[in-house]
């Protein structure tokens, strides 16, 4: 069993539709980090999460530390949002470790 | 300010050969984190170093191998390529160790033949 669940792992939604995306890790964590990845490889960081909830924009981020969860949520996705979303975990001593990724395709 | 660089951003080897890719973290960073995606899969970990020390090490095997220098840029050695080995590989920069956000470069898409 992988340490880090995404699930789903491809979703294909329409355009003004609210997403949410799911993570579930099984260690314990310093920081749990949402990252996405464009075509041709290009990582960007979303949101860097310990406790509670994080909002950028449409993005908004949550995490409970207890359940070992953390939700990443796009309100009025847009064909632009499509891209792989990336839920990563960091242990004190180490580096991340990723989830599979979640292919988002919004469509016009 | 620049983000992270990577050079080479493509490189195309022989089984057998050695090479070494080059990252240069953003301005006032010290931490850089090397990681290989293979394509259709997520990026694993393979070395992060901080302040010129190795600070974790994945599972990779000893032909993989890394140094952070001064400057605090980073090179990722492999020797003894194996096909296997093609992957994209992804170095990113913090300002510190833990709890901070990693900034990824583009990464150097290597494929060994």
């Known amino acids: 069993k992988n340490e880090v669940e995404q699930s789903p792992q491809n979703l294909t939604a329409q355009e003004g539709e609210f997403i949410t995306i799911n993570c579930s890790y099984s260690v314990g964590i310093s920081a749990l980090h949402w990252l996405q990845q464009h075509p041709g490889g290009g990582i960007v960081s979303l949101f860097m999460?310990?406790?509670g909830k994080k909002k950028h924009g449409r993005l908004i981020a949550t995490i409970n530390i207890q359940e070992k969860h953390s939700s990443l949520h796009i309100t009025a996705s847009h064909p632009r949002d499509s891209a792989v979303y990336i839920c990563?975990?960091?242990?004190?001593?180490?580096?991340?470790?990723f989830g599979k990724g979640t292919h988002l395709i919004i469509q016009p | 300010d620049a983000g992270v660089t990577q050079s080479p951003t493509h490189l195309i080897k022989t089984r057998g050969q050695q090479v070494t890719l080059r990252c240069s973290p953003i301005?006032?960073?010290?931490?850089v984190s090397w990681y290989q995606q293979v394509l259709g899969q997520g990026p694993q970990f393979i070395f992060q170093y901080y302040e010129k020390e190795e600070r974790g090490r994945g599972n990779f095997p000893d032909r993989f191998s890394a140094r952070q220098f001064p400057n605090y840029s980073s090179e990722l050695n492999v020797n003894a390529l194996l096909l296997g080995d093609s992957a994209l590989y992804l170095c990113?920069?913090?300002?510190?160790?833990?709890?901070?956000?990693?900034?990824f470069g583009a990464g150097t898409r290597l494929s060994v033949l």
């Open positions: 990113a920069s913090s300002r510190q160790l833990a709890k901070n956000i990693q900034y």
């Open positions: 301005s006032g960073h010290k931490s």
């Open positions: 990563a975990v960091r242990r004190e001593a180490d580096g991340l470790t």
């Open positions: 999460l310990s406790s």
